[in-house]
């Protein structure tokens, strides 16, 4: 993967052997490290799922931006690799393997059909902004990995969040830390 070099690029190695070997991780780095933007596109052109990627995003006008920003990045309009999903309007197709979305369609996602059919990773970004949809989504997450899904990849993004609660949650997941500038 190219691109700029900001901090979360050097644990992004890191970050795939984690969820390759235990399909969990909590990514800690700084405002601005590229987590929100680099790290769905690198586990993308990873290989490492065959499905979907669903990024968590707290609010409808980030979850738009980092669509249109990672859709900028592969030279292509949102909606085709990479598209977003936000109450009231979407922006996707059967070729989108990015898909943002907000902490309400991601209950209803888990709500309408628990298996999370063609999903492989869900990505929880700003966990620091903590809220009851979001927390929901976690342990609905959890509990879809742990009852009918252990094959689903987690992963908790967060600049701020001391990350060893959220790792123990998780079931002991790795904490990957990438440093600021």
């Keep these: 993967m190219t691109g700029p070099e900001l901090p979360v690029t050097a644990v992004l190695p890191d970050l795939r052997a984690a969820l390759a070997a235990r399909g969990l991780a909590v ?8 987590k929100t933007t680099l790290v769905p596109l690198d ?3 990873s290989g490492l799922f065959s499905g979907r990627i669903v990024m968590l995003e707290p609010r409808r006008l980030a979850a738009r931006a980092a669509a249109e920003r990672m859709a900028e990045t ?27 979305v907000t ?10 059909d628990a298996e999370l059919p063609g999903v492989a990773c869900v990505i929880f970004d700003e966990f620091h902004e903590r809220s009851l949809q979001a ?7 959890l509990e879809v990995r742990a009852a009918l899904r252990p094959d689903l990849a987690l992963v908790v993004m967060s600049a701020t969040l001391d990350a060893a609660p959220g790792a123990a949650l998780m079931g002991e997941a790795p904490v990957i830390t990438a440093e600021g500038r």
């Design 27 to 34: 990514l800690q780095a700084p405002p601005g490290a590229g």
């Design 43 to 45: 586990l993308l052109a």
């Design 74 to 100: 592969l030279g292509e309009p949102v909606g085709q690799r990479v598209g977003y999903r936000i109450r009231g309007e979407a922006r996707v197709s059967a070729s989108t393997r990015v898909e943002v």
């Design 103 to 112: 902490e309400g369609i991601l209950t209803r996602m888990i709500q309408s």
């Design 135 to 141: 927390d929901l989504g976690l342990a609905l997450a």
